[in-house]
């Protein structure tokens, strides 16, 4: 057995031992650590870490490796964003029922999914599932649904030229059909505390912000709530009904729609990229927590961004990018 050292922010560490075989993830959350990570294929550059000392297969990168990926050859020294202990629900795998399926956008389906009767599978708002697809890598989509209606779920899915869910097995799909979900994945949902959150959601990565702001808003009225989401064109921002149903019955809940290529004249909406918005409101980030969903550049620039520019710790942000399994 070998030891691996985990540096924090604040001189804080952790250190657990692992079994060579396993990857560095798995390893820390078999100790009980849960350490940022989000599609666990290498794919969405989440879960990359500063490897300070000894070595990984496969080995480090200008110093920096993949947790999701990386086996520790011997003891080692990394440092890390964050660690948090591990909470939640084991992981299931159940046969969905489709019960619903309409387009919110031409290139948005939103998808309602049923368990099998008496069948309650517990999540956090904001995590992920898998879809398993015969003969393919599983597909990756958040929950959409709160998870207090246990007995289903709802997801939101970009419907990709060339893709294989979104375009062959979506319009195959029919009221009854059963689909093959593992549930749930990944560290995005929300922390409680005080801290005001910003979310960032870019297209379909509004999709796990409903499912927090569903679950949130009621239960934590006196939370500041903020919601930057951006699309190319107004149709793009496909649940704005939702929205504005959250700005009528929360106080604390603001929405800023922002649109990198259509026109906003009388929309209410802004021009620009969605990150490039926050860093137009905020001077400071220091004392948010915030919260980014989307396509991987996006989540990747907001990241250096609002920690270089706006001094937000890295230890309070948040995010899963939205890779594309079939370039992985
Ligand atoms: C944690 C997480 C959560 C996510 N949540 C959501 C969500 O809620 N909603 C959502 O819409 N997406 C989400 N995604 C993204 C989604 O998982 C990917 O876009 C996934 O690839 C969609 O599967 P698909 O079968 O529809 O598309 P894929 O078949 O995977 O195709 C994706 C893209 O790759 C291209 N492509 C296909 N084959 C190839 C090839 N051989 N070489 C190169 N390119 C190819 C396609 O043209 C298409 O543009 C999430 C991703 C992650 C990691």
């Known amino acids: 057995m070998n ?47 500063q490897v300070l000392e000894g070595a990984v297969h496969p080995p480090a990168r200008q110093g920096s490796a993949l947790l999701c990926m990386s086996r520790g050859c011997g003891d080692v020294r990394i440092a890390a964003d964050r660690a948090e202990p591990v909470s939640g629900a084991a992981r299931k795998t159940v046969q ?13 389906a939103v998808i309602d999914l049923r368990f099998p009767a008496g069948v309650k599978v517990p999540f956090k708002a904001g995590q ?88 949130a808003l009621a239960r934590q009225p006196e939370r500041r709530f903020t919601l930057y989401w951006g699309a190319r064109r107004a149709d793009g921002l496909y649940a704005l009904e939702q929205v504005a149903k959250w700005q009528r019955r929360h106080a604390n809940f603001r929405f800023v729609g922002v649109l990198s290529e259509g026109e906003t004249a009388d929309t209410g909406m802004r021009q620009g990229l969605v990150h490039e918005a926050v860093l137009a409101d905020h001077a400071d980030l220091s004392g948010h927590q915030v919260y980014v969903c989307g396509n991987p550049a996006m989540v990747g620039l907001a990241r ?17 990018a939205f890779a594309a399994t079939a370039q992985a």
């Open 128 to 215: 992920y599932l898998q879809v398993h697809l015969a003969g393919a890598q599983p597909r990756s989509f958040s929950m959409s649904s709160a998870p207090r209606a246990a007995d289903g779920v709802q997801l939101q899915v970009r419907v990709l030229p060339g893709s294989l869910f979104g375009e062959q097995v979506l319009p195959t799909l029919k009221p009854g059909d059963t689909l093959a979900l593992e549930l749930p994945f990944g560290d995005f949902y929300l922390r409680e505390g005080p801290a005001p959150v910003i979310m960032v959601a870019g297209g379909t990565g509004f999709a796990p912000m409903q499912s927090i702001l569903e679950d």
């Open 96 to 108: 969905a029922r489709l019960y619903r399926l309409r387009m919110a956008a031409p290139d948005v």
């Open 304 to 320: 250096e961004r609002f920690v270089r520019e706006r001094a937000l710790p890295k230890a309070s942000f948040f995010a899963d």
């Open 3 to 49: 030891t691996c050292t985990i540096e924090l922010p604040e001189g804080r560490t952790i250190a657990f031992t692992f079994d060579p075989a396993q990857t560095l993830l798995d390893a820390a959350a078999q100790a009980g650590w849960e350490l940022p990570h989000s599609c666990r294929r290498g794919n969405c550059e989440s879960c990359r870490v």
